[in-house]
């Protein structure tokens, strides 16, 4: 069988690719340019964009306030003169602002794929028509002969047909740090991984290379994670779907009730002109409008409080989602580790004792003679060391030992990088007149090579039979059931100097086990507090790593991720391809901790499993390749200290410190943050009532208007704002992170709630403003059945204490709504400005209202009598003690478990 | 005898070697190649090419039959006049692109092949040419009817000893109105229908193939896009042949929201075949 083209050798791919080592002239690029399209992986076409944003300016609620400005704006035509246009202007301004916030957050959280392309070269090396030319790498195509060398990235997918010494970093693809050497020779049968193949993405760090490209743009390796970055749909949040779900409620309610007055008028012989007008009042006071900049807000004030904790959020919406999230996946190195490599056993292999004095410092030079590791300036490690985690940790543990560096790095003449399918690496050195070939690596790759086994006390090694073979490995399990990353060192005095050519496996020959290396990164200390914390809140933390099996699972036990004495259930990247999503989501629901041997592609079935069980999902991450699974999750978490910027623009929430206890930290802002959102959507809900009953006692009484439309929007979009920001920027209960994660059925608008602020609050607000409009319109002479013109001063005196009685109740609602039973004064009352703020706020214009002409000749009210304003003082004592009231009552229902929705109100 | 449609261009180049593959794996290992004549390319440098195919079908051990024929004004008849129609004669056409917005297979010759039924018929757009037609990881996007994957089966069985893995996808799909407000216990219900349809499927697939579970994966999707999901399905699951029946209804296209399988030849991330079985 031929195979593909990693698979034939190389003298046959310019015929197999219809290529030619001239390369292609212009009529074949051109042919097949069409045929394939551009190199380049394309970001969202300028269609999508528009649809996003049509999408944003033509939601229900948007399309409300569009529909009610219009009508403004055509009252303003038929009747000038009432202000009309400035509340169309007014009703325009919030349905555009709305809908630019919203488009501008999802333009933001497309930006992964511009990172994309910034690992993708400009221009490139390439052979046509028998000449080396510098091409656009976006002309590119299938059959191209690429030439590439040392610092280049590489711009499509080739086969190499001819390299010297080429070595490549293809971290972007794999997340494996360690570069590859490659080879133009054919794939193996036996072989995992081809190393004949160029990959888009990925840089060359030495040598050069001649290739033949054969996969361009999206078709890319490269190219698919890309597409997978822009083009999984992001699940909608729990937060985003509750507020659509109540925006279309309140809409519906307000719309269905504006037209059904507006038929009663029809019916009753009100005028067109005035039926209309009632109509949009009715619309206008049952719409909430503030409540969307206001969420937003207390979003945008949240994600600030958060950044204060090294949780930076990009989406407004996953301030909220990370409140809600149901299970962590979470990374280990870095995240719940220090990413501290540290050797912390140099084990004897027959004993499994700890090396120390000199023959623990001659192990770790064999060990270095085995790395490949330098002295930087670059470097990011307090030693000053660089190169492979491990590596340095060998290079500080040597130095620590009393060894010297230079000394042990001068006298390597031949280094064998590690790699990957064998799992060691090596080096050869001359020292003290020898010449000594030392290999570290993998137990399992090194044990079939081990000859003879060093025996502490004794002179000479001894024979590596089966017996002392098994007693090494306990001893190399005992290790990594610590939690260590174990490394098994051999080595072996070779007779000659070594030839450059050779091949590592000449030298492996005979080795000599000296030992074991236990390497461990530490705990971060704040972990398993966090861990518990998370367990207190009913948050299952679930370790999803690369790392051996046994590693992971002393990890996961360290930080309480396994609880103690329960079955770790490690699941590795193999029973992962091998289970079914289905049974994923059933081994997961049994309770699985821990995923092992993992690579970046599995996490997104991990969590597509997750989702089949309905949970809210918050993924970690770091790599370019993580970058899907991070968008498929719920709440992508992306590391801000290691992460690539690819990771960090593909999640919607960057870890600034990648510790774990700060996402810990970042739920309990969620958290508090959608509690904050009941709190203060019960708030403004509640000054609809007074807003709409005048308009139903008007349509059905022969009365004067008691509040007029501007007068509304003033609360709806002045004094209630600054109020329920405060209240959204509330500190989480102290029990917040006791409860266990909101029930998803569990609606932000539900019945108890609708109740209490309609027909609770709202009724007792209202109840209050129409008796004092009343009380001034009887005191002043007004006989009912009387119609009163707008500039009537009687008239604008009960209508402005009509306006001012409600703001001045709403300070009672206020501070009713800071607590579910308690009473919600407190010191912390008055620590949080903006609810201070909001109360000076509106207690001066309760005042403006009726005595700031500047103000009041805008509203179209008047002055009253002190003594009538006085009492109007009366409202929030009562609104708040009433409400108190209900709360002792449901307080005692609700501990004796039988509390009625009608008295709660969440 | 499997049957290579072959027009000249370089996709068709590219096709040949899933003809020739086809070709390897058919009972009686002959393939004809049938070429019509047009002013598109020179007959000479097309001679050339299919030379090469020749060359290609030998090193396989496969009989080459070449006709090429002079076009009467109507490449549809001329094809089909060549090829012998019996139960066993498979064709594999070209989806390529032809610019000015126009689709891969709407008005094609190609299409006019599916279309007509007269023998089971393969169009296939190459954008691995790396794959050397030898795919081994396939995705099958599975439709709530199994009868058209009949076809796909013996298109499936052919490749199957080279087959590495087969991803079987189904699209629950959803009104784009409702999808948007779908409750996840409505979706659950839903993609629980589609498990045991796809585990039908997926036993008739091992029954009929030589395919071991093992190395079949399932899933079930509910989406409002097929087309999108498809492509999805394709980048994670790493797949190299989009291995997919053209119904009549995918054929004509969405009035609204376009053709999904123009969609998915455009878009797809590796190769993509679009089958219709023959028996009309």
């Not at chain 1, 997340?175 to 888009?200: C, F, I, K, Q, S």
């Not at chain 2, 629980?192 to 899933?219: N, P, Q, Y």
């Not at chain 2, 376009?258 to 878009?267: F, I, K, T, Y």
């Amino acid at each position: 069988m031929r195979g593909q083209i990693q698979d034939i050798p190389a003298g046959q791919v310019f015929d197999f690719l219809h290529s030619r080592p001239e390369g292609l002239t212009p009529a074949e690029i051109a042919e097949r340019l069409r045929e394939v399209g551009p190199n380049a992986i394309e970001t969202r076409r300028r269609h999508q964009w528009l649809g996003s944003l049509a999408r944003q300016f033509t939601n229900f609620f948007t399309i409300l306030l569009y529909i009610a400005a219009s009508l403004c704006f055509v009252a303003d035509r038929v009747q000038p003169g009432e202000s009309m246009d400035i509340l169309g202007l007014a009703l325009l301004g919030v349905a555009v602002l709305n809908g630019l916030f919203g488009f501008i957050q999802e333009y933001r959280a497309e930006r992964a794929m511009e990172e994309l392309r910034k690992l993708l070269p400009q221009r490139v090396t390439a052979q046509r028509a028998g000449r080396e030319e510098t091409v656009a790498a976006e002309q590119l195509v299938p059959g191209d002969v690429l030439k590439i060398a040392e610092g280049d990235r590489i711009p499509a997918d080739g086969r190499l047909i001819d390299c010297q010494d080429l070595v490549v970093n293809n971290a972007p693809l794999t997340g494996e740090a360690r570069p590859v050497r490659l080879t133009a020779a054919p794939r193996g049968p036996h072989d995992n991984e081809a190393v004949n193949l160029l990959l888009a993405g990925c840089t060359v760090q030495q040598g050069r290379g001649t290739a033949v490209v054969y996969a361009t743009g999206h078709r890319t390796e490269f190219g698919k994670i890309a597409t997978l970055s822009q083009d999984v749909r992001r699940m909608i949040s729990p937060l985003e779907r509750e507020v659509a779900s109540m925006v279309r409620i309140l809409t519906a309610i307000a719309v269905i009730t504006g037209i059904v007055f507006f038929v009663y008028g029809v019916f009753a012989g009100i005028s067109p002109w005035t039926n209309m007008v009632f109509m949009i009042g009715i619309i206008v006071a049952l719409v909430p409008e503030g409540l969307l900049p206001t969420l937003t807000l207390s979003l945008a004030m949240g994600s600030l409080r958060m950044a204060r904790r090294n949780v930076l959020v990009k989406g407004l919406n996953a301030v909220e989602a990370l409140g809600a999230v149901h299970v962590i996946c979470t990374d280990k190195t870095g995240t719940l580790t220090l990413n501290q490599m540290t050797v912390t056993a140099v084990a004897d292999p027959v004993a499994g004792a700890d090396l120390a004095g000199a023959a623990r410092a001659e192990a770790l030079a064999l060990a270095l003679i085995a790395s490949d590791v330098r002295r930087s300036r670059n470097s990011r490690t307090a030693s000053g060391f660089s190169g492979d985690p491990l590596d340095v940790a060998v290079a500080e543990a040597h130095a620590k030992s009393g060894g010297a560096f230079d000394s042990v790095t001068d006298s390597i003449v031949h280094r064998f990088s590690f790699n990957v399918r064998k799992r060691r690496s090596a080096g050869i050195a001359r020292r003290d007149g020898k010449v000594l070939f030392c290999v570290k690596g993998a137990w399992e790759s090194l044990r079939p090579l081990i000859a003879r086994i060093e025996t502490p006390g004794e002179s000479a090694p001894v024979a590596a039979d089966e017996t002392r073979l098994a007693q090494a490995e306990k001893i190399v399990h005992r290790l990594a059931a610590e939690g260590c990353r174990v490394l098994a060192l051999a080595w072996i005095e070779l007779e000659t100097a070594p030839d450059a050519a050779a091949a590592q496996e000449f030298f492996e020959r005979g080795l000599i086990l000296k030992g074991f290396l236990g390497a461990e990164d530490p705990l971060r200390p704040e972990a398993p507090a966090a861990v518990a914390r998370c367990h207190r809140a009913g948050i299952r933390v679930t370790l999803v790593t690369g790392d051996h099996p046994r590693t992971a699972e002393a990890i996961a036990r360290k930080a309480g991720i396994v609880p103690a004495g329960a079955d770790a259930a490690v699941l590795t990247g193999d029973d992962l391809d091998r289970l079914r999503k289905t049974e994923l989501a059933e081994r997961l629901g049994r309770g699985v901790h821990v995923f092992a041997r993992t690579t970046p592609e599995q996490k997104w079935k991990i969590v597509s499993a997750l989702h089949d069980l309905d949970q809210v999902v918050a993924m970690t991450g770091d790599g370019v390749n993580d970058a899907p699974a991070l968008r498929a999750a719920d709440v992508g978490i992306a590391m801000g200290r290691s992460g690539t910027d690819v990771a960090r623009e593909a999640a919607q929430v960057i870890l600034l410190d990648d510790n774990f206890a700060s996402i810990v930290q970042g739920i309990e802002e969620g958290r508090a943050i959608f509690g904050n959102i009941r709190k203060f959507t019960d708030y403004v809900l509640a000054s609809n009532g007074p807003e709409i009953v005048p308009y139903l006692v008007y349509m059905v009484l022969p009365v004067p208007l008691a509040l007029t439309i501007i007068q509304i929007l003033s609360i709806d979009l002045g004094t209630d704002i600054v109020p329920a920001i405060g209240l959204g920027q509330e500190k989480p209960d102290p029990d917040t992170m006791e409860q266990p994660p909101r029930d998803r059925r569990q609606r932000l608008l539900n019945w108890p709630l609708v109740i209490h602020s309609y027909l609770f609050l709202g009724v007792i607000e209202a109840g209050f403003a129409m008796f004092l409009f009343f009380w001034v319109l009887v005191q002043g002479g007004w006989s009912y059945g009387a119609d009163l013109p707008a500039q009537d001063s009687l008239y604008r005196a009960a209508t402005g204490i009509t306006l001012s009685s409600i703001i001045l109740m709403q300070i009672g609602n206020l501070y009713g709504r800071r607590s579910r039973f308690g009473t919600g004064i407190d010191r912390d009352a008055f620590r949080n400005p903006l609810i201070v703020a909001g109360i000076a706020i509106e207690i001066a214009f309760s005042w403006a209202v009726l005595y700031f002409p500047p103000v009041s000749d805008v509203l179209g009210t008047g002055p009253v009598e002190p003594a009538v304003y006085a009492a109007a003082w009366l409202g929030p004592l009562l609104i708040y003690g009433l409400d108190y009231g209900r709360k002792r009552i449901a307080r005692t229902w609700h501990r004796a478990g039988a509390a009625p929705a009608f008295v709660m109100e969440r | 005898m499997i049957y290579l449609a072959y027009d000249g261009s370089i996709n068709g180049d590219w096709i040949a070697w899933y003809a020739v593959t086809l070709a390897a794996h058919d009972p009686e290992r002959r393939l004809g190649i049938v070429h019509v004549a047009t002013a598109e390319f020179p007959l000479d440098e097309v001679r050339a090419k299919i030379e090469r195919i020749e060359r290609q079908g030998v090193a396989a051990g496969v009989a080459v039959a070449v006709a090429i024929v002079p076009s009467s004004g109507d490449v549809f008849r001329d094809l089909i006049a060549r090829i012998e129609n019996d139960a066993n004669t498979a064709v594999v056409c070209g989806a390529r692109v032809r610019g000015g917005g126009r689709g891969y297979l709407a008005g094609t010759v190609s299409e006019r092949l599916l279309d007509h039924r007269l023998f089971d018929v393969v169009a296939i757009r190459v954008v691995q040419p790396g794959l050397l037609g030898a795919p081994r990881r396939f995705l099958i996007p599975v439709a709530g009817d199994p009868q058209g994957l009949q076809t796909g089966m013996a298109l499936l069985g052919r490749f199957a000893p080279a087959v590495d893995h087969v991803h079987l996808l189904h699209v629950v799909m959803v009104k784009r109105i409702v999808f948007r407000r779908l409750r996840e216990a409505d979706a659950a219900n839903l993609r629980e229908k589609g498990w045991r349809h796809l585990e039908r499927i997926e036993a008739d697939l091992i029954a009929r193939t030589s395919l071991t579970a093992d190395r079949i994966g399932v899933d079930v999707v509910v989406s409002d896009d097929w087309a999108h999901e498809t492509i999805i399905a394709a980048s994670r699951h790493k797949s190299q042949l989009i291995l997919m029946e053209a119904s009549r209804r995918h054929l004509a296209g969405d009035f609204f929201y376009g053709n999904p399988v123009e969609v998915v030849l455009r878009d797809a991330p590796c190769d993509v075949a679009v089958y219709r079985g023959g028996g009309a």
